[in-house]
């Protein structure tokens, strides 16, 4: 009857602690969202500073000017409907910091159960850095929540066509947020055929890139249209790095204009600098920045919990992701973008951030599964422990 009553007593516990995590998740989300938005409300934009004048002069969604289209066209809506464009701008990006919050909930309540999703979306709800890039109207923020989507659906243990179509259509929209995230698409779908081979489905991968191709794929033709270049906003954007990398923020006049193809940008020095140039922002990246991005250092110890399991139970999607949404910023990463701290913008590490999150809730979780078995184990032993000494 004991054992009945403590089967009881430890279900009813789990349940209670499952639903106290997802409030507080969401007591946090809240509690980011407004402060964010009272105390960074009148910060200069960056990135998105110039967003409502393309949203101006945008005639459709894919002629979006120097940026890429989706951002820029639900800025175009909410200017459409007669909102306020630096207003609307940090709104958006506040609302979707909270879609983030609850997709990253809901896929990983599938994927690992509600405990590490609830702690996984914990950790990024209270995350400053978070709610601070959402005023930014940050496309990384944009598109981290449809690699999210990506990463869920590709990998879908069911297999469905279905799957394949909405992992393709969240990788489109991935890439029409920001389109270094090919990139990572890309990576999570080489990842994962490394490891599956046999079990990996290609047709359906096939499926899913090519859609996401296909739905990316207007917006380079509009820019081929309009400037000649297929790449011209991205060509000029790694133009910019290398002047900075170059001559930092002083004015020169003799520093090079016009697109820098990704090739020219990143074997810019010789090839032996670009390969050591990679070695020391993953370095950079992994001593420095990601251990700022993620804020609280003690969550590292449960990353790094999170990331045995992984390994573990061959669980390995969340270290792909990692690996997929680092590999971007590698090649950006020594450049001294900030000149106080040296480095780049911490918005480049919110994708990796958001992987070190989901690995930390499985982490938390592991610990509870442990610490579940460990006291289980014991009643069972003491018991016997004590029969054995009234025999005696």
Not at 98 to 120: I, N, P, S
Not at 153 to 161: E, H, L, N, T, V
Not at 362 to 391: H, M, N, Y
Request: with cysteine; proline share 5%; net charge positive.
């Amino acid at each position: 009857m004991s054992e009945l009553l403590q089967k009881i007593s430890a279900v009813y516990t789990r349940y209670f602690l499952r639903r106290a995590v997802v409030f507080l998740a969401f007591l946090a989300l809240v509690l980011n969202v407004s402060v964010s938005w009272k105390v960074y409300r009148g910060e200069p934009l960056r990135e998105a500073a110039s967003r409502s004048l393309l949203a101006f002069g945008s005639s459709y969604f894919y002629d979006s000017g120097l940026a890429e289209p989706l951002p820029v066209f639900a800025l175009k809506l909410a200017m459409a409907a007669g909102a306020d464009p630096d207003a609307a701008l940090r709104a958006e990006g506040l609302a979707v910091f909270a879609l983030l919050a609850f997709v990253t909930f809901f896929t990983l309540r599938r994927r690992f159960g509600e405990m590490a999703a609830g702690m996984a979306t914990l950790f990024l709800a209270a995350n400053p850095y978070a709610g601070y890039y959402a005023m930014q109207g940050s496309s990384h923020l944009y598109a981290l929540v449809f690699l999210a989507l990506f990463w869920h659906y590709f990998d879908s243990s069911g297999g469905a066509r279905r799957d394949a179509l909405l992992a393709g259509l969240y990788g489109g929209l991935a890439c029409l947020s920001r389109l270094d995230a090919a990139l990572a698409l890309l990576v999570i779908a080489a990842l994962s055929w490394a490891v599956k081979r046999g079990a990996f489905r290609l047709k359906d991968a096939g499926l899913s890139l090519g859609l996401a191709l296909l739905l990316a794929l207007p917006y380079a033709a509009c820019q081929k249209a309009k400037y000649n270049n297929s790449l011209y906003a991205q060509e000029l954007s790694l133009r910019r790095w290398a002047n900075i990398e170059s001559y930092g923020y002083a004015p020169a006049a003799y520093a090079q204009t016009g697109p820098l193809g990704p090739a020219a940008f990143l074997f810019r020095n010789g090839a032996p600098a670009a390969v050591w140039g990679i070695v020391r922002g993953l370095g950079r990246a992994l001593s420095r920045e990601l251990p700022r991005a993620l804020y609280y250092k003690f969550l590292f110890v449960l990353v790094f919990l999170g990331a045995y399991a992984a390994f573990a139970l061959k669980n390995y999607p969340p270290l792909f992701f990692l690996a997929a949404a680092l590999l971007p910023a590698l090649p950006l990463a020594i450049i001294k973008q900030v000149p106080a701290t040296g480095g780049i913008e911490l918005r480049y590490y919110l994708w990796p951030m958001w992987a070190l999150c989901v690995l930390a809730g499985l982490g938390f979780q592991e610990i509870l599964e442990w610490t579940e078995a460990a006291v289980s184990s014991w009643g069972p032993a003491k018991r016997g422990a004590a029969k054995r000494s009234e025999i005696k």
